[in-house]
């Protein structure tokens, strides 16, 4: 039976991120993600992320507690309470086995308890189906769709969709599901 865990990344996740950072199946799904990735350069990320107060970033780890992916809040803007949530299942043959689901679940008690945060955010491809749907299935709205909103490095542009997740509907959820 799959079974998910979150901790925060360490310095020694270093050879977890290069599984995925330069695979094209799972960074093809993000924006700003097109350029090769060296491990030096994953090193100084993971230097920046484990000191920063506006970063906090998960390991995703199976029932075997082997590394298969991340959850993140980034950007977080204190004055408003708010961050951006990320989520990569960088291990593919890990997808589809619902670790992102529980991840998120967990996640979402640490983002707006723990850290205190009001509002988490997220965008991505509009054409990203599992991440609408999983999304939507915790609770996210959408709050627009961004036409022609990020161009690829070819130059073709890209619609994008942008959901949000607040506490108070985040709550009422909870209470739903009880
Ligand atoms: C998107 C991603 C995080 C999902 O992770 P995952 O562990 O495979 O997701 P889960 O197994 O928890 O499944 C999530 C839900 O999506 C559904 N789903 C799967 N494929 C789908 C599809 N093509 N269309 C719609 N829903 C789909 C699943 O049925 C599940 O919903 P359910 O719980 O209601 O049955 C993962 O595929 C990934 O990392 N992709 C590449 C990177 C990416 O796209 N990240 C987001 C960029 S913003």
Redesign the pocket.
């Known amino acids: 039976m799959p079974e998910t865990y979150i901790r925060p990344v360490c310095l020694d996740d270093v050879d977890n991120l290069m599984t995925w950072v330069n695979d094209a ?3 093809g ?3 700003d993600f097109n350029k090769v990735r060296t491990r030096e350069d994953e090193q100084l990320w993971l230097e920046r992320i484990v000191s920063s107060k506006n970063d906090y970033v998960f390991a995703i780890e199976n029932e075997c507690h082997d590394y ?2 991340q959850i993140s809040v980034h950007q977080i803007y204190w004055p408003s309470q708010k961050g951006r949530l ?5 291990n593919k043959q ?11 679940r967990l996640l979402l008690p640490k983002a707006l308890n723990e850290l205190g945060l009001f509002k988490l955010w ?4 509009a054409t ?7 999304l939507a ?1 915790v609770g996210f709205k959408i709050e627009g769709y961004l036409r022609k909103e990020y161009v690829l490095p070819g130059g073709e542009r890209r619609d994008m969709e942008l959901v949000a997740l607040c506490k108070d509907e985040w709550a009422q959820c909870q209470l739903k599901q009880m």
Do not use: C
């Open positions: 199946g799972i960074v799904n993000f924006a298969v992916g990320a989520l990569v299942i960088g890990e997808q589809g086995k619902g670790h992102a689901k529980r991840a998120l997220a965008n991505y491809f990203n189906e599992r991440m609408r749907h999983l299935s």
